[in-house]
């Protein structure tokens, strides 16, 4: 038994005064004493008010901000499960979340108060708090977040006993049955992560990371605010990325920042930004991608600059380093993800669960410390997820092809599932064709990514209409911004006669992909 420990409250003993975060969208800026007491506070209020106990579920449904990392911190101390929810999710998606995992209650922010009254009605919480802009009008009665922490008469310690086995979150990732699945982060995968990204970032106490990812993704949090956290450094929040505002953080010598990571449409919405190129971007001694793959081209116009960018690859289900290429290798294999870092095993593995020769493809299967327990109620996919290996060790199957080379190096491929990514957003095409399937007169539904110069790839729909029946691709694509997140929504539909298919009655999508 490995034992946990809460690092904003040993920072705060050891560093009180050091700058734990700045809020750049507010201009708050908080101390370790600062962080650890607001925690702490918003952590008593949950368990008087709330009367939060151990193991409970709680959410937040907002934008990035220091308030976002306050509350993981409370949930930590209190030994609750954190569910940060992708506000970009329609209302029907976050309401399945929020019943299955049974939430007691809710943070959001001003952006999401109009959601709020049929989110509350429809599910389980039974308790919100209100991160107040200053300008928008507050319901009355309506319990504010600030106030939870100004008036909170009791401060909470994490409790010493707490392992790494601990469970601290909560994270839906897309499901390929057309729900989305809980994955169970604990505090075992946080710490095993924080310790893998250090060594090929070279992340310290002295570190500045400007955070731009979504904090509802497992990138968001833990590449590398938390890291920063763990080490006792400094992370600059911001509200969400903006390619001019990014590039001024970046370049501007008073916040000193040394950190970033993004994913691919991040790197090209910031080449592409008149300032690009006139920008001073010296002092950013780290460059993280991840996401999906990022192009060649794109990497040789940042390292014209001599800015090199480093390939990841990660999965909410390991915290989620696996990979992140070294500089040497990053230029001479701009199309790998390098080497497994140091408390992670990979292997390629064909069907038999045996390792592939170099340069075949098969499975990446992944085992280690920072792999998650399982799914949240769902001994389903933990029986389809994970291997046993003749000597007992536990493969998560990532679900994407690579490859190895001769030196070690391992190459992603391919996708084995359906799943396609836009804009560095996984998309499962079975929740999109499970919508469309409710539009009266559709007979059949599948639906591919299809390849697109902005966000990588976007959904193509293909669509069997029953007979007499007449219906506009822009109906289609209507109905389904209604009920599915915005990324989700097919770019475009296509009408067709009949779905290709196997003798099993698979669709078969390589065929569609031909079409495209």
């Known amino acids: 038994m490995i034992l946990a420990s809460d690092w904003i409250a040993f920072h705060a003993d050891r560093t009180p005064d050091k700058l734990a975060m700045i809020d750049q969208h507010t201009g708050r800026r908080f101390t370790y004493a600062e962080f650890n007491d607001r925690s702490a506070r918003l952590a008593g209020y949950l368990r008087d008010v709330w009367e939060v106990q151990a193991g409970d579920r709680v959410a937040i449904l907002a934008k990035n901000s220091t308030d976002f990392f306050e509350f993981q911190f409370a949930c930590i101390k209190l030994g609750a499960m954190m569910l940060p929810l992708n506000w970009r999710l329609a209302d029907p998606e976050l309401l399945f979340i929020l019943n299955d995992a049974e939430v007691k209650g809710i943070i ?14 429809q599910s389980t919480v039974a308790y ?13 009665g309506a319990p504010l977040y600030e106030q939870a922490i100004a008036y909170a008469v009791t401060h909470v310690a994490m409790n010493p006993q707490t392992t790494h086995d601990t469970p601290l979150m909560i994270m839906y990732t897309a499901g390929t049955t057309g729900h989305p699945k809980g994955v169970i982060i604990t505090h075992g995968m946080f710490f ?3 310790v893998n990204i250090t ?81 001073d971007l010296s002092r950013i001694q780290s460059w993280g991608c991840g996401g999906s793959p990022m192009p060649v081209a794109l990497l040789e116009q940042y390292a014209a600059r001599d800015i090199i960018v480093q390939l990841g690859f990660g999965m909410t289900e390991t915290s989620p380093t696996v990979f ?20 992670t095993r990979v292997r390629v593995v064909n069907e038999a669960f045996e390792d592939v020769k170099p340069g075949e493809v098969g499975e990446v299967v992944i085992s280690g410390p920072n792999i998650t327990p399982g799914y949240w109620k769902r001994p389903d996919a933990d029986a389809s997820s994970f291997t046993i290996d003749q000597h007992g060790n536990r493969w998560l199957h990532s679900g994407d092809a690579g490859k190895v080379d001769e030196d070690g190096c391992i190459y992603i491929v391919d996708r084995y599932k359906d799943m396609y990514i836009s804009g560095g957003e996984n998309v499962y095409p079975a929740e999109i064709e499970q919508v469309i399937f409710d539009i009266a007169g559709v007979a059949d539904v599948a639906v591919i990514g299809a390849p697109d110069e902005k966000w990588g790839e976007c959904g193509l729909a293909f669509v069997v209409l029953k007979p007499d029946y007449d219906l506009l691709p822009e109906y289609i694509i209507a109905y389904c911004r209604q009920n599915l997140a915005k990324f989700k929504v097919p770019a475009s539909v296509r009408f067709i006669d009949s779905l290709p298919r196997n003798a099993a009655g698979k669709v078969l999508k390589r065929e569609l992909k031909g079409w495209v």
Do not use: W
């Open 108 to 121: 959001y922010d001003t952006d999401f108060a109009p959601r709020m009254p049929h989110l509350l009605r």
């Open 324 to 343: 992140l290429i070294d500089k040497i290798r990053s230029l001479k294999k701009p199309d790998s993800v390098g080497k497994a870092l140091p408390h």
């Open 192 to 194: 095993y992560n924080a």
């Open 128 to 140: 919100s708090l209100y991160i107040h802009d200053g300008k928008a009008p507050v319901e009355m």
């Open 199 to 279: 060594i090929p970032t070279g992340l310290n106490c002295n570190s500045v990371h400007y955070c731009v990812l979504p904090t509802f993704h497992i990138g968001g949090l833990n590449l590398y605010a938390n890291p920063i956290f763990h080490l006792g450094g400094t992370a600059i929040i911001a509200r969400q990325f903006d390619a001019g505002l990014t590039l001024q953080t970046l370049s501007d010598p008073q916040l000193g920042v040394t950190h970033f990571f993004g994913v691919p449409s991040i790197y090209l919405f910031m080449s592409q930004h008149p300032d690009f190129d006139a920008t």
